[in-house]
Structure formats: C-alpha cells, structure tokens
T-cell receptor
Framework: DQQVKQNSPSLSVQEGRISILNCDYTNSMFDYFLWYKKYPAEGPTFLISISSIKDKNEDGRFTVFLNKSAKHLSLHIVPSQPGDSAVYFCAASDPYNQGGKLIFGQGTELSVKP | DTGVSQDPRHKITKRGQNVTFRCDPISEHNRLYWYRQTLGQGPEFLTYFQNEAQLEKSRLLSDRFSAERPKGSFSTLEIQRTEQGDSAMYLC???????????????FGPGTRLTVL
C-alpha cells in the first residue's frame, strides 16, 4: 500500500529552466509534508517542508505547493542548476496517529543539463 | 557537532551472520529513527525512539531485528541470522521533538550499506 507516490522516476531539465517534481498521497490524515534531496552514497538532505494549514512555502529557489483537495504536492526549482541533479523524495507524516515517522515516495531523479 | 553519523559505512557479511550498526544523532535531538532503503525505493520506516523509549516498530521489523538506545543518545541496530533480503541501505535520522503539533524535520546520516552474500 503505497501511501505516497512519485509517479515520475526521472526528469530532465535544461539549466536555468523550471523543474517541477510531483507527489501524490492517499492518506488524508497526513498533515506535514517534506522534500528531501539525495546524492549517491549520502543520506537524504532536508530541503523544504509545508504544513497542511498552508498551500505554499518558499525558500530561495525552492517552492512547495500543496493542494489538499487533490492530495497533491509539488516542488518547483527556479532556476534549475546542474548542482540540483539528484534524487528527490517527498515524504509525509501523520503525527497524531503515526507518531514521528515519515512515509516516503519512491523518488524522482532530476537531471539538470548545462 | 556536524550532524548524524553512522558506523560502519559499508558492511559485507555472509548469510547467517549477525551484524550491528551504530548511529550517533545530533546531540540535542531527542528522537532517533531507523529506516531501510532498497534500490529504486524511498526510505522505509523501521523504528523510532524518543529518548531511550522505543515508541514504534514497523511490521517490516522481523524478530531478527532489534534496536536499542540505552542512554537516549546513540543507538544500535542489530540483525541476527542475516538473509540476502536484508541487503539494503540502513539510514538513521534524528529530530528534536518539541511541544506542539507538528514534528520537526528529520536529519539523516550517510547510511550503512549492508551486503549479505
């Protein structure tokens, strides 16, 4: 039962353009969402998060949008840089019922080409 | 304190052997998590501690797996009688749980890659 889904295994974008990574979830009890970035042979690195009481959170080049009615969130990276090439995971938590654990999607591998 | 550390980074073992991994969280963090990641998948939750108390264990965690956090600081994850299906990246994360509704983000270590031959 995949509660968090990233349906695009890979994405290729030109440097300077926008990267949009998508994530869908099924559990309406999730109320906190996070994006992590992972380079090979390293652990995931936290990027940005959003609470369910918001629909947008911005941090520099990274913006996360949350559409609760559609159970969908997206990460926008503008402008994309070659150093952004990595695997991106979205994650969700339900602190009331599932404690602190995070439920991760399968990941999307982003490639930013110069 | 530079972040979450894990030891060893790589472990190769033969099927049936026992292995133990260590995680040192960020010093002021009271929550510690273990996840497992296989190729092409996101991290899957195994178990977590708040201070020294183990609050939840996933059904993924068979009886061959045991985790401890004896003094509420570092944690160990032991796998007994390893099987080839145990081959994965084992990730540790820590966070600071404060009063309030929303948990804070988890900071991950570099992981221990286990290969069972």
């Amino acid at each position: 039962d995949q509660q968090v889904k990233q349906n695009s295994p890979s994405l290729s974008v030109q440097e300077g353009r926008i990267s949009i990574l998508n994530c869908d979830y099924t559990n309406s009890m999730f109320d906190y969402f996070l994006w992590y970035k992972k380079y090979p042979a390293e652990g995931p690195t936290f990027l940005i998060s959003i609470s369910s009481i918001k629909d947008k959170n911005e941090d520099g080049r990274f913006t996360v949008f949350l559409n609760k009615s559609a159970k969908h969130l997206s990460l926008h990276i503008v402008p994309s840089q070659p150093g952004d090439s990595a695997v991106y995971f979205c994650a969700a938590s339900d602190p009331y019922n599932q404690g602190g654990k995070l439920i991760f999607g399968q990941g999307t591998e982003l490639s930013v080409k110069p | 304190d530079t972040g979450v550390s894990q030891d060893p980074r790589h472990k190769i073992t033969k099927r049936g052997q026992n292995v133990t991994f260590r995680c040192d969280p960020i010093s002021e963090h009271n929550r510690l998590y273990w996840y497992r990641q296989t190729l092409g998948q996101g991290p899957e939750f195994l178990t977590y501690f708040q201070n020294e108390a183990q609050l939840e264990k996933s059904r993924l965690l068979s009886d061959r797996f045991s985790a401890e956090r004896p003094k509420g600081s570092f944690s160990t994850l032991e796998i007994q009688r390893t099987e080839q299906g145990d081959s994965a990246m084992y990730l540790c994360a820590s966070s600071l749980r404060t009063s309030g509704i929303v948990d804070n983000e988890q900071f991950f270590g570099p992981g221990t890659r286990l290969t069972v031959l």
